[in-house]
């Protein structure tokens, strides 16, 4: 199918018309921080739908989704650089997908925070000659519907092609628009770093341009628009998530890459700690897990790698992804007090 290829980073989500989140006071003990203010919004489930962070055995009491329906690939092995922490391993040269595989879900929305670490360069002249010199085609991120003889499947996704540098990232909703959209610069391929990806989902309504897939690499937004993911002839939503897939590599070297903290629910409404007092400066965050949420209090539990940090700025949003203008600092996880 003959694509046009889309540049644009004006757009985000929209949000909607009631007062962004305000925050108050917020106490951090022991492993919990709670927070007071207004605005805060509803969280039907207040637990994410996944939290992997590799380090305890009793993960699934953070959790909604049912651990027998969590298929997970790779290996639990000791962070690069960092034995103390534990991370999944996984060889993409299997052709299977990475970390959490094929996840499903039943809603308009996701939001998907995780730390990656590519352990290759996709621009090496090995990779590059691969697959008949296309390179190694790679998608970190992709959505399915369902796929069987009763409907007809589809797919978005976000990729690279080898062989067009580390620039190369495209958003593609396949067979519902006749574009893809450069997500540019600030979302490059990074090899050999550990770095934090965010991915904001929410679906269109039947043949209306109005979805949206925005991409944020360790807090640079990505280039997105408007988009159409269901429609008349393709009516079946996104029902399932998948990490890093890989096509078209057929050399033996192994192909690895390690993941960490992931972070996957079904709405946008989210507690987070970050490293900037304005929300849309940061370069590092942190999701939290909530334990309670009402429009004027927040409970959440804080994470292990939250609480390796001495300082942080807190950010509640709601459902429409509106966050407080301004983040609630400092807020110290190392040191329990009242602010």
């Known amino acids: 199918m003959l694509r046009t290829i889309f540049v644009s980073t ?10 962004a989140p305000v925050i108050t006071k917020a106490t951090v003990t022991g492993e919990y921080i709670e927070v007071w203010g207004s605005g805060f919004g509803t969280k039907t489930n207040v637990k ?3 939290w992997l962070d590799y380090e305890t055995e009793n993960d699934a009491a953070l959790y909604r989704l049912n651990i027998d329906t969590l298929k997970s690939n790779g290996t639990i092995v000791p962070e690069i650089n960092k034995s103390t922490n534990k991370v999944l391993k996984f060889d993409l040269k299997s052709h299977a997908s990475g970390g959490p595989e094929q996840l499903p ?106 979805g949206l897939l925005q991409i944020y690499t360790d807090g640079k937004k990505g ?22 897939q890989v096509s078209n590599y057929n050399l033996l070297t192994p192909l690895e890459v390690y993941y960490d903290d992931i972070y996957i629910d079904d709405t946008h409404a989210r507690i987070v700690l970050n490293n900037a007092p304005s929300p849309s400066d940061y370069s590092q965050t942190y999701p939290l897990i909530p334990v309670a949420w009402t429009d004027t209090y927040v409970k959440a539990k804080l994470t292990k790698t939250a609480k390796e940090h001495p300082s942080f700025c807190l950010y509640v949003y709601d459902e429409s992804n509106a966050p407080n203008s301004q983040g609630f600092c400092p807020i110290r ?5 009242a602010l």
């Open 10 to 19: 004006l757009l985000t989500f929209p949000l909607c018309a009631f007062a």
């Open 105 to 210: 879900f039943n809603s308009n929305y996701l939001y998907v925070s995780m730390r990656r670490f590519y352990n290759f360069d996709m621009t090496n002249p090995e990779l590059l000659a691969s697959a008949g010199g296309g390179g190694l085609n790679l998608k970190p991120f992709r959505l399915w519907t369902e796929w069987s003889s009763k409907v007809k499947a589809h797919s978005i996704l976000f990729g690279y092609q080898g062989k067009e540098g580390i620039e190369s990232g495209r958003i593609t909703p396949e067979l519902t628009e006749e574009f893809s959209q450069w997500t540019g610069s600030t979302v490059k391929f990074k090899p050999f770093v550990w770095f934090t990806q965010e991915y904001l989902y929410n679906s269109s309504e039947l043949n209306v341009r109005n």
């Open 223 to 244: 280039g997105s628009r408007p988009m159409t993911t269901i429609t008349t002839l393709y009516p079946e939503k996104y029902k399932f998530l998948f990490f890093d």
């Open 48 to 50: 994410p739908l996944v």
């Open 333 to 337: 996880p190392k040191a329990p007090a």
